[in-house]
């Protein structure tokens, strides 16, 4: 009987729950150091975010120039815009007709 409750109580010690279970196992030390990681992390972001203005303006001389033209549409643009118009026409043709159709059923 003593035996039994001496291995009671040391297994009661080793499942410690709550804050001494943290301490024990350097949960403060381990989240301290996440949350110092993702601050850094933070940080150099946005300065980063900071700075590409400044940088850009700097690579502004060095960096050719691209100048843009405007071009006519080219010709698969134009027939897409065919192509639309034309499914767009199928479109309207079905509906009324399926206006139609439903309409001569609910007469009936």
Not at 37 to 47: D, E, Q
Not at 71 to 90: G, K, L
């Amino acid at each position: 009987m003593i035996s039994f409750s001496l291995l009671a109580a040391a297994e009661a010690e080793a499942t410690a729950g709550g804050w001494q279970a943290v301490v024990e196992g350097n949960g403060i030390a381990i989240s301290l150091t996440g949350m110092a990681i993702v601050f850094a992390a933070l940080v150099v972001i946005s300065l980063f975010i900071a700075f590409v203005p400044r940088v850009l303006d700097w690579l502004d001389p060095i960096l050719p120039k691209m100048h843009s033209h405007p071009a006519p549409p080219a010709r698969e643009e134009q027939s897409a815009t065919d192509h639309e118009r034309i499914v767009a026409a199928i479109g309207m043709v079905l509906h009324t007709e399926m206006q139609k159709h439903s309409a001569s059923n609910q007469v009936k």
